[in-house]
Structures are given as structure tokens and as C-alpha cells.
């Protein structure tokens, strides 16, 4: 990849999450670093939505610390999270129906908006000003991700694809640290695939985000991840390059099955 | 804190509260003790009642998910037509009739309403549940009248009069309030029964857990929806013969209604117990902080007379909803990502 | 053809963001308000302000902050008429304990403290959602209802619990005659309505939206559910406590506490579900229906040269407005308003078909 990798960023420490008697995640330790592709990979039910769900807490952990920038902390609440500079996607989108693609996308940028209700109310010299600054910017976002013809389109009249295009429109308009994003390409036909991975990668070269992904096609974890967390049952399998993930005995057992 | 106390700390005070409010009046002497048991009497006696009504907005809640606001308007129509019925036929008959009259009106809310609502969220089905009190309202009062009709159950109205000799005067108890809580007892043991020993009653739970589980091993829906709000229309009837034999077949009757719905959340949305339990715990805590904490209130505060009974219920679901929303009995929601 | 955007390009930003962006409707709702302000006092009769035109108006603003709430913050609030008597006695404590106050300054000041009980109120919904939240705000409802029969402060101590006001004075203008109660109301309305359209197009508007459409990713973005939801109660009671203390002042000009029942919120809640909820120009539309409703009603029988009771007439409007709540609801969620929507997008293919 293009940027240097840097220093530790996020790591996750024991992580165990339970609900009721079904075990999530056990005992999950692993580290991310600074501009790094990090997949997450792993069967079905293997844990890895509430991963990320832990990171960016909207789960609770029963167990384990999550360090982020160098601060740890047992519980992550979801706000703390995007103030610190986690977004995320999710794999059943998450958009705002009753919205156009704008309004989407200006929505991120809330966390950066200073100007109180009773400004906004009247409109007045400061709330217009700071209005037109974040649509300029988040004007930039749409032109990055190609859906300037669908901006005043409410979202829920736009096909899967672009959907998705605008739900990762709405995390990076957070400027983001640190982009989660959940199975970002599920659903997609090859063309659609390829562009996706073209944003992921411009990305994390143009922007530096370090980017943490969960992702079904083998082909595109392989091509685009720098390091990859393989997960089973709620329990670390394995950690490393893709190549040393493709030739580990447990990582091939528990995707191909194990005769009995 | 353990776990179970961290859970459970509302229903404990709720307990502490109840406890310190029922002795109170007794141990600081405000109050003669039959005039007490009077009060606790008749404290317990309307919340039967309220029990009852809770009753059937929990049957529709466990069953189908939806919560009736139009119980109330249920309860009143029903008592109208049983009251009017009976002006021109015997009591029994007038019932039977009465009972088929709920049992079309099930099945026109089914038709009409719910079955076009059927994947909108809870507070959307409330509103329409709202519509129908309104439509239930305005049809009854005017295919039956909009004036105070009686019922006559056919019992001696002369209240007992008992421990004459223990308590002066004696204590006053109605025959009618131990008729009524015979008869939410037995309806009460029948619905329990039912729930859980019949077929019917299986795939009813079956459906308040899970619609497209349910309908994906072949329980009709919709079929299910008419029987439950025919089940709560029998209790409607049921509730609303007792209340308007009480008080009169008048309008009023639907703001009990409105009184039914704290009983409901403390109890639990989805608890049968619960229903009774909180309708005695709202109907005891009711009359005891009207009469014991209103007067002291009234002289302390200079307040224009009592009407706590307004609010208290209120405000007492209104602590759970804030700390404990499953209430006493009812299931904890986890929401899933 | 005549509802077009063609030449219409914006080159700013600003420009694409105001508030009526097609000139088509610049010019019809400029109009709108001017004929509203000039044309109106000299078509209308005295019956029609009293009975029609200035409920219409306080009830709209009312509509437009339970609107706020419900559809586009998706909360819900059975106690909107508690906040409105809120702003009523509010407003009427300080005209009567503090004489020297402009009027409009009274109007703030009661819709401040209506929106602060909002948010006291508003508290359980940071916890409670749902049929849940409705519930507690019927608590609001019948606890604000019983705080103003029972405690004297409220009322002035007055004996039958019913209190009166005088005329309001404005700048030495008195607001006395039907024209001058119209003129002063829409004024209210059309600041006021200003102030929410803004309000909805901003930051806050779409935080709002956002937890109405998902409150869980609205978090991962960084919103603070609790603040929005709470601002939404405190706009949504500013307004219902601005229309509470127009309604007892300029409407009944006396009133007693039952003068705001359960029965004005269940008719709010009815306003915008039929109206459109989520819309600004449907909280009128309802707000219109919901006013217009009992007094056609009246009429109708008459007009047929057919005799009802007004009871039974009574009986029947209930009737007609739960069948209309279901049908809404059932049929066209979005109400009125969406119905418009879909005609204004028909007229501007007309006369083409597609």
C-alpha cells in the first residue's frame, strides 16, 4: 500500500460479550494500526458485527478494554466513539429514510456544528455561514463517491448500491480516524465491488483513514487488507498477513469443515 | 450491587411504599380502624375493577402486539348494549346477545383496521386504536343513547354489615364488589387455563411472540387477531356489566379506562398476574392517598380539596416506566443492532 | 407549464438552500401572506374570525410544534393540551402580577416556561419510547390538569378556579375587535412559522429527523439522542405554551383548567396524523380539517333539510373523526399534506401527462 503504517491505534483486549446464555465473543484480542486495511473475516454468527459493534460502543462488553489513541476504556458509549474519530457502516443500512442523499451526508457533520437552536431558528449571520461551510465540504464527499446526480433524492427511492455509497458518505463526512465498516460490499454485483474497493483504497491512500472491515469475498480481502483477524465462534483463529491467514491449518479447517 | 438489586430495586420500593403508607394511617391514629378497613375494602374492590379492564388490554397486547386504546370505549359499549338489551329482554339474554355483539365488533377491527396495519410500529397501531375509540364512541352512543341506564344483576342492594361488635358500627361491604371479585376471580382461572392447556391458546402466544414465526407454521393471523379481541371484548362486557351495575351505564365509564392503562405498565404489558396484582396495588394506593394523604395535604398545602386519585396512579407508573418499564411481571425488551 | 423549474439554476449554495427555492412558490406564498394580511379582513365576517379563522390559527401553531415532536422527531406526546394550558396561565400569572409587561414579552416568557416543563416532561423519553412515552405523557396530561385545579397560586386563588383577562394592549394599540385579534394571531403564525421552518432545515432539524428514522445509528454519528429529543420537547411545548396563551387570551379571553382536556390533545394528535405528519404545511391542513370538521357538520343536516340533535350530531362527528384517523392512517400516512405533494408534482407535468 501507498501510505506507511504507523503506530498502534485501536486495540481490543479480551473482549468477551455474552447475551443472555449465547456467547458472542471470547476472549477476542487484537491491535489495528495507524493507516492499515484490517479485515475482520470469519463464518457466519462468528462475532464479527458485534466486534465492531464493541468498538464503537454499541455494545457493551462484559469483559476486556478497548484502548483507542492511546485511551482505554471499559465501556465505549456510541457518542465518545465519534467524537474520538470512529465511524462506521452498517450492513443493514442504517439510513435516515426520511431523508434526501444531503441530508444523509450533512448529518455526519452535526458532531462539528456549533451554532445552538436559537441561532439556527433565525437563521441569522453565523448559522447560515456555518450551513454553507459543511455542504461545501460534504459536497466534496459526494463528488469523492460519484452520487451527485441523487443528492436531493430521498434515500429511499435509490438502489441498493448507491445506498450503500451514501451510507459510507454519511461516516466519512465525520472525518473519521478510524473507519468501521460492515461487510461494505455485500449485495453488490462486480462492477459495483470494484468501485467500492476503488473508494476504500483512495481512502486510505488520499486521506490516510485506517480502515477496520468485515468482508465476505476472500478475493477482495486478500487484494486490499494489509493485516486480517479471522474469527470463529466469538474466538480469535488467527492473525496476520493475508498470505500467512491463507495457509493457516484453523483458519482452513473452519471454513472447509473438519471430517468427523 | 448484586446484579437482582440492581434489577429489582423499584419493585422494592414500591413494596416499602405500600408498606409504609398502609400502616401509617393506622399507627399515627388518624384513623378509626373500621373506617380504615372500610377504605382498604373499597380500595381493593375498584381495583378488581381496574383489574379487569387491564385484562383485556393485555390480552390484545399479549397476542398481537398492539395496545388497545380502545378497551375503554369497549367496556362502554358493551355495558350500553348489555343495559339497553336488557330493557327489552331478560339479563341472560340480553348477554348472549351482547357477547355476539363483540364478537362481530372483533371481527370488523380485524377486517378493517389491523389487517391493513399490519407491519407498522406500536405507536402507529395506538393511533388507530385511538380512531376506533373515537368511532366507538360517537356508533354506541348514538345506536344506544347517550343517557345513565342501569343494569340490574338481580342482587340485594342493602350492603352487609359486618363485626358489629368488633368495630363500631360495623363495616360496610357490598354484595355487588364480592360478586365482582368472584367473577374476576373465575374469568381470570378461565383465561389462565386457556393460555395455557388449549391449542387456541398456544398459537395465541405463539403470535404475541413472533407474527411471521407464527404464520410461517401455519397459524391464521388473522384468524388469531379476531378471537383475541373477541376474548377482550368478553372481558369488556364482563367488566363493563360489573362497573355499570355499580355506577350507572353512563359515559364516564370510558375514563376508567384511562385509569386502566397505569395498571397496565405497572403490571406489565404482557402479564395476566401482573393486571391483578397492579390493579389492587393502584386501586388500595389510590384510595388510601385520596382519603389519608389528601386530608393532611389539603390542611398543610391550603389545596382546594383532594382529586389525587386523579394523578396518583399516574405518576406511580410513571416512576416505572422511568426505572423499571417491564413493570412487576412483564419481559425485558433487548433491542438488537 | 406553469409550474416549472426550467431556468431555474442556482449558482450558490445559499441559493439552493432557501427555503422556497422554486420562484413558482416564492411568489404564490408571498401572495399568500399579503392577501391573508389585506384581502382577508375585508371578505371575512365577525362569526367567521371568532368561530373559524383565529382558531384556525392558534390551533395551527400548536399543530406545527406537536408536529415538531411526533413527526419529525417521532416521539409522541398525549399531553399537548397540558402544555398549552402551560403558556395559558403562565401568561395570565404574569399579566396579573406584573401589569407593566409588553405583551409580546409575556407571550415569550410563557412559552419559555412551557418549553422548560417540556423538558421536565420530556425527560422520560431519553429512556422510553413508544406506547411507553405515550403513556407518560398522558401522566403529563392528567398531573399538569390537577396542579392548576388544586393548587390556588395558579388561578390567583380564585374561588371558582375559572380566571378571565382584559384585552390585550399592544403599543397602545388595543386588540379588541375580530380584525384586530386576526391580524395580531397572524403575525404570531407567520414569525413563528418562519422560526420553524428554519429550525427544520438546520442542524437541529436533522439531528431531530435522525433519531425519528434511527436512533441508534443517529448515535454512531455522534448525535446526542437525549439532547435532541429533549430540544424537541422544549420546541414543541415553546409552541403549544406561545398557542396556549393565545387561545385563553385572544379565543376564550376566560377560561376554566378543563378548557385544555385530554380531549384538545387527542384533537392535536388528530390534526397532524390527518394533516401529514412531518410537514409544516401539513399541521395547517389539519389544523384546517380539524376546525372546519364539526362546523360543516352543523351545516350539512341543514343543507339537506334534514333535523339532527346537535348531541346526536356530536355523536356523529366522533364517529367521523375515528373512521378518518383509521383511514389516514391506513391509507395515506402522510396526510393531507402528501396529497398536495403528489398534486404539486402532477402540475408540474401538466398539461403533459407523463
Known sequence: MARTIGEVILKVDGISLAFGGVKALTDVSFDVREHEVRAIIGPNGAGKSSMLNCINGVYSPQQGRITFKGQTFEQMSPHRAAEMGIARTFQSLALFKGMSVLDNIMTGRNLRMRTNLLLQALRLGPAEREEMEHRAFVEKIID?????????????????????????????????????????????????????????????????????????????????????????????????????VRSNQAVIDAYLGVAH | MSRNLKRNWPVYALGALLAIGLVLPLATGASALGFYIEVMLGGLMSGVLYSLVALGFVLIFKASGVFNFAQGAMVLFAALALARLSEVMPLYVAFGLAILIMIVFAWLVERLVLRHLVNQEGVVLLMATLGVTYFLDGFGQTVWGSDIYKIDLGLPKEPMIVGEQLFQGGILISKEDLFAAAIAALLVMCLAVFFQKTPTGRALRAVADDHQAAQSIGIPLNRIWVIVWAVAGFVALVAGMIWGAKLGVQFSLQLIALKALPVVILGGLTSVPGAIIGGLVIGVGEKFAEVFLGQYLARTFDLAGGGIEYWFAYVLCLFFLLVRPEGLFGEKHIDRV | MLYRENGQFKTTYRADQQMLPILQDRFFVVALVAAAFLVVPLIASDYWFRALIVPFLILSIAAIGLNILVGYCGQISLGQAAFMSVGAYAAFNFTVRVPELNFLLVLLLAGTISALAGMVFGLPSLRIKGLYLAV????????????????????????????????????????????????????????????????????IGRSWMAIRDMDVAAEVIGIRAGWAKLSAFAVCSFY???AGALWGFIHLGAWEPLAFNINVSFNLLFM???????????????????????????????????????????????????????????????????????????????????
Open chain 3, 136 to 203: 407518560a405523557t398522558l401522566a403529563a396530561q392528567f398531573f399538569i390538569d390537577w396542579l392548576f385545579i388544586r393548587v390556588k397560586w395558579f388561578t390567583n386563588n380564585s374561588p371558582s378556579g375559572a380566571v378571565s383577562t382584559s384585552p390585550i394592549e399592544l403599543f397602545g394599540w388595543t386588540v379588541d375587535s375580530p380584525v384586530d385579534k386576526y391580524w395580531f394571531v397572524l403575525g404570531v403564525v407567520v414569525v413563528m412559522t418562519l422560526a420553524a421552518k428554519n429550525l427544520v432545515r438546520s442542524a
Open chain 1, 144 to 244: 469523492f463517491l460519484e452520487i451527485q446526480a441523487y443528492r436531493k433524492t430521498p434515500v429511499g427511492r435509490l438502489p441498493y448500491g448507491l445506498q450503500k455509497r451514501v451510507d459510507l458518505g454519511r461516516a466519512l463526512a465525520m472525518e473519521p480516524a478510524m473507519l468501521l465498516l460492515d461487510e461494505p460490499m455485500a449485495g453488490m454485483n462486480v462492477e459495483e465491488k470494484q468501485d467500492m474497493c476503488r473508494f476504500i483504497l483512495d481512502l486510505n491512500d488520499e486521506f490516510g483513514t485506517t480502515i477496520v472491515l468485515i468482508e465476505h469475498d476472500m478475493g477482495v480481502v486478500m487484494d486490499i487488507s494489509d493485516r486480517v483477524v479471522v474469527l470463529d465462534y466469538g474466538k480469535k483463529i488467527g492473525d496476520g498477513t493475508p498470505a500467512e
Open chain 3, 240 to 242: 403549544a405554551g406561545v
Open chain 3, 272 to 354: 397532524i396524523i390527518i394533516g401529514g405528519m412531518g410537514s409544516l404545511l401539513g399541521s395547517f391542513f389539519g389544523a384546517a380539517f380539524i376546525v372546519m370538521l364539526p362546523l360543516i357538520l352543523n351545516q350539512l343536516p341543514g343543507w339537506f333539510g334534514i333535523e339532527i340533535s346537535t348531541a346526536l350530531l356530536s355523536h356523529i362527528e366522533f364517529m367521523i373523526f375515528g373512521a378518518l384517523i383509521v383511514f389516514f392512517l391506513i391509507v395515506e400516512p402522510h396526510g393531507l399534506a402528501r396529497l398536495w405533494a403528489i398534486g404539486k408534482e402532477k402540475l408540474r407535468l401538466w398539461p403533459f401527462p407523463h
